[in-house]
């Protein structure tokens, strides 16, 4: 039983030195560097470009790509660390994680060759095109269609809040073919460079100050060679999944990592602030919150662990249950860690110096991206109860 146990849930040394490593990294940059980026309105290139020449952002891409040929587990810890150091890095989440994952398991050759190796020394990066404006979570609604014009491959339509664009090489747009046989549209990915005709993009303007801004897509018969697609056009949900769940997994390491990094706050500053003769985390009122907050904290690390686990052992349909799970977990676990962390602050919790209230809205986000709260809930009331589908 101890070498299951310890086999399962103690941490590898090369996984808690990957952690020191990467938390030693995030250290120089921190919080107030990502906040600078953020309202500067650029990317966090320095960061990103270090990440890469140490090896941590293709830790899960093949080694023969020169990746380090373990899996999300791996790149998930890069996240999560990089989020408790206060600076995580959101095109994590796309290029190695949803692009990489996606590329790695259904690329050809070729293009495995032409950005796996980019993805993974920090000097290419993808950007994923899924949401459109009138579809919200209804993945079926996709109305960018792609039609075969000789040898090549025509796409029009629209996409929303698409991360990172401008920082990106090319975005992976999820367009929808027509079967020959029955008529109906049916998923597949494509591969558009940033400066193919006929693709144009224009930023969100945000509330949230994040480097990676958010885009709206505009795809004008965009013409594109036959080996844009990637994978087999009869297989597109089966590849489309095989980057959600992945994306998911990093979401909920993105949200562990701020929460972490909130709590870490709040307890630091529980231990020092001193209200009469005590400092005010010996009062239960500040002590007994926060412990609730690392509980739920741990808790939700344990099953992003899981879904992470159950994707790196090729078990899809188990790893989309945790993987839903995990990115609730997780996203609640901030926000709650957030507040309470502000509270516990109290006006200090609103101050500039202390870098929480920054925090509010970032992990605010982690509960309607990539996936709403709501649409999880339903995906666990139908698929792990076996309750009624209610749309």
């Known amino acids: 039983m101890t070498a299951t146990y310890e086999s399962t849930f103690v941490e590898s040394e090369e996984r808690r030195d990957l952690r020191a490593a990467v938390r030693a990294l995030g250290s120089r940059y921190g919080l107030d560097y990502l906040i600078a980026c953020g309202k500067e309105h650029r990317p966090a290139d320095e960061l990103w470009r270090e990440a890469g020449k140490l090896g941590f952002l293709g830790v899960n891409l093949p080694e023969q790509y020169g990746g380090g040929g373990a899996g999300i587990q791996e790149l998930s810890i890069v996240l999560e660390e990089l989020g408790t150091a206060g600076c995580p890095l959101l095109m994590l989440v796309v290029t190695p994680a949803i692009c990489g994952s996606i590329l790695a398991r259904f690329g050809t050759d070729a293009q495995k060759q032409e950005w796996l190796p980019g993805f993974a020394d920090g000097t290419r990066r993808m950007a994923f095109g899924i949401t459109e404006p009138d579809a919200g979570s209804n993945s079926h609604k996709i109305t960018t269609t792609a039609r075969r014009d000789g040898s090549d491959w025509v796409l029009s339509g629209q996409k929303v809040f698409i991360s990172g664009v401008d920082a990106a090489d090319a975005t992976l747009v999820v367009g929808r073919t027509e079967d020959a046989k029955t008529g109906k549209l049916k998923p597949a990915l494509f591969i558009v460079p940033r400066e193919t005709p006929g693709f144009e993009y224009k930023p969100i303007e945000m509330e949230l100050h994040l480097p990676e801004r958010q885009?709206?897509?505009?795809?004008?018969?965009?013409?594109?060679?036959?080996?844009?697609?990637?994978?087999?056009?009869?297989?597109?949900?089966?590849?489309?999944?095989?980057?959600?769940?992945?994306?998911?997994?990093?979401?909920?390491?993105?949200?562990?990592?701020?929460?972490?990094?909130?709590?870490?706050?709040?307890?630091?500053?529980?231990?020092?602030?001193?209200?009469?003769?005590?400092?005010?985390?010996?009062?239960?009122?500040?002590?007994?919150?926060?412990?609730?907050?690392?509980?739920?904290?741990?808790?939700?690390?344990l099953m992003t662990q899981k879904a992470a686990f159950l994707y790196d052992a090729g078990d899809d349909f188990g790893a989309g249950e945790a993987a839903n799970m995990a990115k609730y977990a997780a996203a609640e676990a901030a926000v709650r860690a957030v507040d309470q962390a502000v509270q516990t602050l109290g006006g200090n919790g609103l101050a500039s110096e202390y870098g929480l209230a920054s925090l509010i809205a970032g992990v605010r986000v982690g509960r309607i991206a990539p996936v709403s709260r709501e649409m999880i809930l339903n995906f666990v009331a139908q698929h792990t109860l076996g309750l009624p589908k209610s749309y």
């Not at 697609?229 to 095989?242: I, K």
């Not at 562990?256 to 307890?267: K, N, P, S, T």
């Open 215 to 301: 885009f709206q897509l505009f795809l004008d018969e965009v013409r594109l060679p036959a080996d844009a697609l990637v994978g087999d056009e009869d297989a597109g949900l089966l590849q489309l999944f095989a980057g959600l769940n992945p994306e998911r997994i990093m979401a909920a390491a993105y949200s562990a990592g701020m929460a972490r990094l909130a709590l870490d706050r709040a307890v630091d500053y529980a231990k020092q602030r001193t209200v009469w003769k005590d400092p005010i985390g010996a009062h239960q009122g500040i002590a007994h919150p926060l412990a609730q907050v690392r509980i739920e904290l741990e808790l939700a690390r």
